[in-house]
């Protein structure tokens, strides 16, 4: 797209909000309308030979498919959700943590001293997740990996934050942004009616506006903009979006990765090529169960 990175100034590939105004869910903004701040591709060829970094709203090159209009760049929900979900645990654990003193430089996790981090671990480990936070051997610093989509479904599913934050002054409000965001998440997931994607805006600006009760603005992520500003814009353009998900490239990921990692042969083109016949055998059976014992 030729846009910076999601740290840049004007990070979104839609828009050009700039990143500290995107909180604010008073303002307006837009992937079709230029008044509302619309990108165009010609816009950005343009503002990426600029020299001068305020005028150029985050575009450092020209896109590389610049045939292809903003309006078919379609939001991923599958990253969305992972994005967003990432976030909202981030700040769960940052708040045991900080129940347990362990800051975030610390370079020692001992489970016996830290009640509040080992529940929420025998928590996950019920789930039958493996996870458990750990000190990183480069940063030397206790870090836990980041959690795959089926595990953040159980995960939301599951929690009673009652349970794992008792007291906290805004438990009610933390509460209901995880199960709402869980809604908003599975209302993605079929075709929202053409004349329900205005009340679906509505939701997730109302989410917005209760994260923003909860922590600081500077909190608020690309992605959190990407839902309030232009998941209903690409619904009323695209319909449903699930469509569009990469969830099926992400499972092909997992596997191909899975395949390199167990063969013995690693060396680049033949190893390319095993993985594609390998690939290509699978299919090709899978696409013959479902034709029936007798095809050929
Ligand atoms: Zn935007």
């Known amino acids: 797209m030729g846009i910076d990175g999601f740290g840049s100034a ?60 903003i309006t078919h760049v379609v939001p991923d929900t599958l990253h969305l959700f992972l994005r967003v979900a990432d976030q909202l645990v981030s700040h769960l654990l940052t708040e045991l943590r900080k129940r347990d003193n362990l800051s975030v430089s610390s370079t020692l996790y001992a489970p016996e001293k830290c009640a509040n981090m080992r529940r929420f671990e025998n928590f996950v480990q019920k789930l039958n997740i493996e996870w458990q936070f750990y000190v990183n051997k480069e940063s030397k610093r206790v870090s836990s990996r980041d959690f795959t989509g089926p595990e953040h479904w159980k995960i939301f599913n599951n929690i009673d934050l009652a349970e794992m934050i008792p007291g906290h002054p805004k438990l009610e409000l933390i509460t209901s942004l995880w199960t709402r965001f869980v809604t908003i998440v599975t209302m993605l997931k079929d075709k929202i009616p053409k004349d329900e994607i205005p009340a679906f805006r509505e939701t997730t600006k109302d989410w917005l506006n209760t994260f923003n009760l909860v922590y600081i603005t500077t909190n608020v992520t690309p992605y959190m903009h990407v839902l309030v500003y232009h998941v209903n814009e690409s619904l009323e353009l695209h319909g449903n979006l699930s469509h569009f998900s990469q969830q099926g490239l992400e499972k ?35 696409e013959k169960h479902q034709r029936g014992p007798n095809s050929t």
């Open 10 to 69: 004007f990070s979104c590939l839609w828009c050009k909000c700039p990143a500290k105004e995107r909180f604010d869910t008073g303002k307006q903004w837009s992937m079709t309308d230029a008044t509302l701040g619309a990108r165009s591709i010609e816009e950005i060829v343009k503002c990426s030979k600029l020299k001068q970094k305020s005028v150029q709203f985050s575009c450092s090159h020209a896109p590389l498919f610049p045939n292809i209009p």
């Open 252 to 286: 092909l990921n997992d596997r191909v990765t899975g395949w390199y990692f167990r063969s013995s042969n690693h060396k680049g083109v033949e190893a390319l090529k095993q993985i594609m016949l390998k690939q290509n055998r699978l299919e090709l059976l899978e």
